[in-house]
Structures are given as structure tokens and as C-alpha cells.
């Protein structure tokens, strides 16, 4: 009998399918290496595939797209609910199998080679970005031992280090000198890296229609509107702006019951750096609201004068959240209303 039904559990080197048919009967379980994978799947008629949204799940999804199947990908965590008992490979594909085949199931949009590029560019800074302030740390503790202070902020510690470099030394013995140098040589090249990345990923924004439209709302940078392209695509995965937001985690948690409504704080459930890109980018937004508050929306400004920062920053990011949503679904610009 034909199969029309496949659960992957995607592995490194080993591989689970697990296969039914159109009435449900189990057709195959069993395990395959990473070599095996494609030539298994090209033998078999086009069918429905479920695997976990993880690591290289996106790969593996358009490669058997190429192949003619159907393929959707699931979060981990909305499949663990079909898992009957136990732990290991061969349940854990029975448990996609079935949670694929669920009409209520949420799935994760395929993401196209493009977009892991330019996720390429977003996720490498941040691992620069945590040693050059490593760096910052070592020099400031370094350097504290002599009395030397560094004033707080990151370009502090770059000037330092510029200024170390162009023959500007501390009264600090020389073996202390050489370690000194080798340091602010890491520091500023770090941070050369880090403007590479910045402006990379402008150039890149200036190339997608989609990342333009989106740097029209009020408090999206190019930084935020290429990472929101390149994760989450055109939107059309999402019923509406809510579940956007909810996706990001910027919606309160539900406690409701008996009748009675209880929202607690925000369910930080979503991308963690999406969610951090839209907070930062609200609390300038906030900051400028006390230089220029003619430019703000009558809402935001309310909201600023009746919450305290912190929640309010976090309130304008849900519903800037639901803008970008409607923005790129529309696939239009953002129209600012004052009323």
C-alpha cells in the first residue's frame, strides 16, 4: 500500500522514519543513516512529511520539496503532547507521524536559502559582540589593579584602546605594556568587525522590498526589519497580527479560569532576539518622546504618561509587533494615524 504519511526525527548521523498509510496502518519504522536519507525518500511517492523545527530542518525540508513531497515543519514542543511513553527515536517519529496530520497542529514557514544567509548575518555579531565585551571586562579589571578607570560604555574602552595603539601607554610596567597591546589590538578589531556586520546587513536591507516597507514604522531600524524578513518571511503563517506577537512572546501569559480573566506578565515563549531587537527599539522610541512629542502618536504618548517605562516599552512593542504583521501581509507602507 502506498505511504502517505512520514515522521522524520532528524539526527546528526542517524535517521527515524516512521510511515503509514492512508488507513492509519504503520508501513515502516526504522532507522536510516545520513547518506540513505535522500535516496529512501526519492524511491517513495509523494507524501506528507512532518519533522521538528531544529537544527537543519530547513535544509532537509527543501531538499525533499525538490523531490515532489509535501513537507511542514512543527515546534518540538507542540509534538511532545503525542508522545505516548517512554523516550527514543523510533517513538519519537511515531509522535510526528500523528502530530502532523492534526488540523489544529501550527506549523513553521520554510525558510528559503536567502534567508538563513542574511540570519547569517545577524546571528554571527552577536557572538563578536559578547567578546568584545568580554574584552571590555579584562581590560577594565586589568587595568583597575593600577588605578587606571575606564568611564562605563563599550566606546570608552575603544578609545582606550585606539589610544594605546597610536603610542598613548599607561605608566605600567612592560610586560604588563605587551599584554596591554595585544589586548587592545583584539579590542579594536573586534570592534572593526562589528561596524563590517552593521553595514553589511544595511546593504542588505537596502536589496529587499519587504525590509524598506517595514523601516517605515515608527521604532524599526534596518537592523530589526532585516531580522523579522529573514525569520519570519512574508507573515502569511500567522492568522493575524496577535499570533505574530504572540510568536515573538510579547503577549501576556492566560491564567483565565471560572469565568475570571487573569493575564500575567509577558510569555517570553518566542524569538529572543526579534523580541529584544522591538523592546530596545520602543525604549528609544520612548526617549524621543520627551525631545520631540509632536512626532508621537496620541496612544504612545498616553501610555508613557500612565505606565512606567519598562511596561510601556514592552506595550508599544506588542502592538508595533501587530503593525509589522499587517505591513507585511499588505505588502504596503506603514500610514501613521493620528486620531
Not at 507524501?47 to 515532489?68: D, T, V
Not at 509535501?70 to 518540538?76: F, G, I, K
Not at 605587551?178 to 553589511?200: F, G, P, S
Not at 519587504?210 to 531580522?227: E, F, Y
Amino acid at each position: 500500500m502506498q505511504v502517505t504519511t512520514v515522521g522524520l526525527d532528524l539526527a546528526k548521523n542517524i535517521f527515524q522514519v516512521h510511515g503509514i498509510t492512508s488507513n492509519g496502518t504503520v508501513a515502516f519504522n526504522k532507522s536510516l543513516r545520513r547518506a540513505q536519507l535522500l535516496a529512501f525518500f526519492g524511491k517513495l511517492e509523494p507524501c506528507l512529511i512532518g519533522m521538528e523545527a531544529c537544527g537543519a530542518s530547513h535544509h532537509w525540508a527543501r531538499q525533499f520539496q525538490k523531490l515532489g513531497h509535501e513537507v511542514r515543519l512543527m515546534p518540538a514542543m507542540y509534538v511532545k503532547a503525542y508522545v505516548k511513553r517512554g523516550k527514543s527515536d523510533a517513538i519519537d517519529a511515531e509522535a510526528i507521524c500523528e502530530a502532523v496530520t492534526r488540523p489544529t497542529m501550527r506549523f513553521v514557514a520554510i525558510k528559503t536559502e536567502e534567508q538563513q544567509g542574511v540570519l547569517f548575518l545577524h546571528r554571527a555579531p552577536d557572538l563578536v559582540v559578547r567578546q568584545r565585551t568580554q574584552l571590555s571586562n579584562m581590560l577594565r579589571g586589568l587595568l583597575g589593579e593600577f588605578g587606571i578607570v575606564i568611564a562605563q560604555g563599550i566606546g570608552h574602552a575603544v578609545k582606550l584602546a585606539k589610544a594605546v595603539l597610536d603610542g598613548d601607554r599607561p605608566s605600567i610596567p612592560e610586560v604588563a605594556i605587551e599584554v596591554l597591546t595585544n589586548l587592545c589590538n583584539q579590542m579594536v578589531a573586534l570592534h572593526l568587525r562589528i561596524l563590517w556586520y552593521d553595514k553589511r546587513i544595511l546593504l542588505e536591507g537596502r536589496r529587499d522590498p519587504k525590509v524598506m516597507l517595514l523601516r517605515t514604522i515608527p521604532g524599526v531600524g534596518p537592523v530589526t526589519a532585516s531580522a523579522i524578513v529573514a525569520t519570519a518571511g512574508d507573515g502569511h503563517q500567522f492568522r493575524n497580527g496577535r499570533e505574530f506577537a504572540a510568536w515573538l512572546g510579547l503577549t501576556p501569559i492566560n491564567r483565565s479560569s471560572g469565568g475570571k480573566e487573569r493575564l500575567g506578565r509577558i510569555s517570553k515563549m518566542g524569538d529572543r532576539c526579534l523580541r529584544r531587537l522591538l523592546v530596545t527599539g520602543m525604549t528609544a522610541r520612548l526617549n524621543q518622546m520627551k525631545v520631540n512629542p509632536d512626532r508621537v502618536d496620541p496612544w504612545a504618548m498616553s501610555l508613557r504618561e500612565r505606565k512606567p517605562p519598562r511596561v510601556a516599552t514592552v506595550a508599544m512593542a506588542n502592538k508595533t509587533a501587530r503593525i509589522i504583521w499587517a505591513v507585511l501581509t499588505r505588502n504596503e507602507r506603514y500610514r501613521l494615524h493620528t486620531a
